[in-house]
């Protein structure tokens, strides 16, 4: 016998995709920002050598084995922008972990949905 499909909550959804509109971007917004100079701040959490293959263009590299130094967080994070995320894909959440570590230390954050595959495969700008 099939399970009766639950018909979810409006005002749950209503919460959420405003949440996930706060909080999320794709890459066809983020390019579009990054064209008119709207305060975003790129970051890269993938590991450095595949930082090194290519990235988003302008982006800063900021791999899990150095979110623990402050040094590097101040010299890479911004408070005056927003951080928009990102690592390997949409099924990666290296780019949720960090934002989630990084808004408990008070940084603005969002996450690029889809990832580095997501840019690099329609054609989007790179930089070596």
Known sequence: MATKLKIPSAARAK?????KL?????PVELERWVR???????????ASEDYA?????GAANLPKDR??????LKAVLRRDKIN???CYSQVCHLA???????????????E??????WWKENGFEIEK
């Open 15 to 19: 919460k959420y995709f405003a949440d």
């Open 22 to 26: 706060a909080f999320t971007t794709g």
């Open 36 to 46: 008119e100079g709207q305060p975003v701040n790129i970051v890269d959490l993938r």
């Open 53 to 57: 293959e290519g990235h988003i263009p």
């Open 67 to 72: 979110w623990g130094d402050a040094k590097k």
């Open 84 to 86: 928009v995320l990102y």
């Open 96 to 110: 949720a972990a960090g934002a989630l570590e990084f808004a408990k230390k008070g940084y603005p954050v969002m």
């Open 112 to 117: 690029l949905e889809g990832g580095w595959r």
